[in-house]
């Protein structure tokens, strides 16, 4: 089936390929569409495909051998994402989940050479998101490491808020299903502890949660507790 260029035209990281260019690149590609719930890809499967998500949101969890899972990114649309290739690995790091109704395209792992000599612009995209990747992962474990947890929890409230937000008359709507425990995994800590702060956090009118679902009304008040420079009232 022949991709129409206009489903990533849009997107930054194709916007300036000529239409020849962009023809050549979609001729390998291949749509698939994944269920709320299912695994693009699972943790030590072999690379055999890399992605790009045009539609929804998928979670990166990866099981640590003391078998716990954590979350270690969400992907958002225009996100290249699968690349074990670029990593100089053969088989995939985490395991991909959709969070909501997704659409990706694919591309053969073995077609990723090709594509990074003939489009800089896409090997320079794939660069500044493996540092990105990296800087987000020091950045969390420095949080682990020296931040108590309810900064943690604000911090990944507010990443999430920055890059899933939808912006609304009374705050920003965090724009996928997103659950306690997922924050849980994100933060490194326990389902109880982030159930007590964000019930804390929405008696004092800063978040509204529900089931799979978080509503930030207050974001500099967040923004503060992230910092450690919030003060309660006595």
Not at 162 to 189: C, H, P, V, W, Y
Request: with cysteine.
């Amino acid at each position: 089936m022949k991709i129409d260029r206009s489903l990533i035209r849009s997107i930054s990281l194709f916007d300036l390929m000529p239409d020849e260019e962009l023809d050549r690149l979609l001729q390998h590609a291949s749509a698939r569409r994944f269920a709320q719930g299912e695994a693009v890809f699972e943790q030590g499967g072999a690379a055999s495909s890399f992605y790009l998500l045009l539609h929804g949101r998928l979670k990166v969890t990866q099981v640590t051998e003391d078998g716990q899972q954590i979350i270690v990114r969400v992907v958002h649309p225009g996100d290249l994402f699968g690349f074990a290739r670029a990593l100089q690995r053969v088989d995939y790091p985490g395991t991909a989940i959709a969070v909501a109704e997704s659409v990706t395209l694919c591309w053969p792992t073995e077609l990723w050479p090709n594509f990074v000599e003939h489009n800089p612009r896409l090997a320079v995209t794939a660069m500044q998101t493996i540092g990105e990747r990296l800087e987000e992962a020091h950045v969390r474990i420095r949080e682990m490491s020296t931040e108590e947890v309810e900064r943690r929890v604000a911090h990944t409230v507010l990443r999430l808020a920055n890059k899933a937000g939808k912006k609304e008359e009374s705050g920003i709507r965090i724009d996928f299903l997103i659950s306690r425990q997922d924050i849980a995994e994100m933060t490194g800590t326990t389902l109880h502890t982030v159930s007590r702060i964000l019930s804390a956090w929405e008696q004092m009118g800063f978040v509204l949660g529900g089931r799979q679902k978080l509503f930030v009304k207050d974001i500099l008040a967040l923004e503060q507790i992230a910092k450690g420079e919030f003060q309660r009232r006595r």
